[in-house]
C-alpha cells in the first residue's frame, strides 16, 4: 500500500533562513509520481512539483529546490532565503501509475511552515 | 483561480442531516478527486471518478456518497451527519485517469462543513 510521510508537523524559522521539509513515502510499484503542494491560509491549493521515479535529477525553482533519492524513498523540499510569503502548509503527495486502474494521489498529513519576519 | 468550482463555500448544518457537495472540474478535465480535510487528518482521499465511472475509492464511509454526471460535474453527498464530519471538503480535477498526463491535480476552493 502507499503512504507519504512527513513527519515535521510544524517549523518555524527566521526570514532569510533555509528550511528543509522532509517527505518520506512508501510504495510498491516501480513506477509513480510524487508531488508536492502548497496550501497558503488562503486554504487553496497549489500544485508545486511532479517528479516520475525514472527521474532522479534534483530539481530547482527560483527559491526552491527539490532532491528526490530513490535509496532512502525521500522526496525532500528545501525553501532558500525564505520570505514570510512562505508561510503555508506543504504536502508531500504520490501517486501509483496504475495507468487506468486505482491512480489516487495520495497526501501526507502536511507540514505547518512559519517564517517570521 | 484553478477553474474548478465547488459549491456552497460554507455549510453550517446539524447532527442527523443530509447535504450535497457540488464540484464543476475544469473544462475539458475528465477526472473529479474528493479530499476531506480534518485538523488531525489532513487530506484524506474519498473517490474519483473518471468520465462517469467510479475510478478509485479511499477510505470514504458508507454514510458518503458521490457520483459524476454526464455534462462531468460531481457531488459528493453525505448523510446521516456526525460532528465529526466537519471539515473542509475538497473536489480537484485532472485532464486525464490520474498521472498519464502531467498528474497535476486542480483544487476547488473547497466547501467548508460545519456540523453542530
Known amino acids: 500500500a502507499q503512504k507519504v510521510t512527513q513527519a515535521q508537523t510544524e517549523i518555524s524559522v527566521v526570514e532569510k533562513e533555509d528550511v528543509t521539509l522532509d517527505c518520506v513515502y512508501e510504495?510498491?510499484?516501480?513506477?509513480?509520481?510524487l508531488f508536492w503542494y502548497k496550501q497558503p491560509p488562503s486554504g487553496e491549493l497549489v500544485f508545486l512539483i511532479r517528479?516520475?521515479?525514472?527521474?532522479?535529477q534534483n530539481e530547482i525553482s527560483g527559491r526552491y529546490s527539490w532532491n528526490f533519492q530513490k535509496s532512502t524513498s525521500s522526496f525532500n523540499f528545501t525553501i532558500t532565503a525564505s520570505q514570510v510569503v512562505d508561510s503555508a502548509v506543504y504536502f508531500c503527495?504520490?501517486?501509483?501509475?496504475?495507468?487506468?486502474?486505482?491512480?489516487?494521489?495520495?497526501f501526507g498529513k502536511g507540514t505547518r511552515l512559519h517564517i517570521l519576519p | 483561480d484553478s477553474g474548478v468550482t465547488q459549491t456552497p463555500k460554507h455549510l453550517i448544518t446539524a447532527t442527523g442531516q443530509r447535504v450535497t457537495l457540488r464540484c464543476s472540474p475544469r473544462?475539458?478535465?475528465?477526472?473529479v478527486y474528493w479530499y476531506q480535510q480534518s485538523l488531525d487528518q489532513g487530506l484524506q482521499f474519498l473517490i474519483q471518478?473518471?468520465?462517469?465511472?467510479?475510478?478509485a475509492k479511499g477510505n470514504i464511509l458508507e454514510r458518503f456518497s458521490a457520483q459524476q454526471f454526464p455534462d462531468l460535474h460531481s457531488e459528493l453527498n453525505l448523510s446521516s451527519l456526525e460532528l465529526g464530519d466537519s471539515a473542509l471538503y475538497f473536489c480537484?480535477?485532472?485532464?486525464?485517469?490520474?498521472?498519464?498526463?502531467?498528474?497535476?491535480?486542480?483544487f476547488g476552493e473547497g466547501s467548508r462543513l460545519t456540523v453542530l
Open positions: 480537484a480535477s485532472s485532464a486525464s485517469a490520474g498521472t498519464d498526463n502531467t498528474g497535476e491535480l486542480f
Open positions: 510504495t510498491r510499484d516501480t513506477t509513480y509520481y
Open positions: 517528479r516520475n521515479s525514472f527521474d532522479e
Open positions: 503527495a504520490l501517486s501509483e501509475a496504475r495507468w487506468g486502474r486505482d491512480d489516487k494521489i495520495i
Open positions: 473544462s475539458g478535465d475528465l477526472s
Open positions: 471518478y473518471y468520465n462517469g465511472e467510479e475510478r
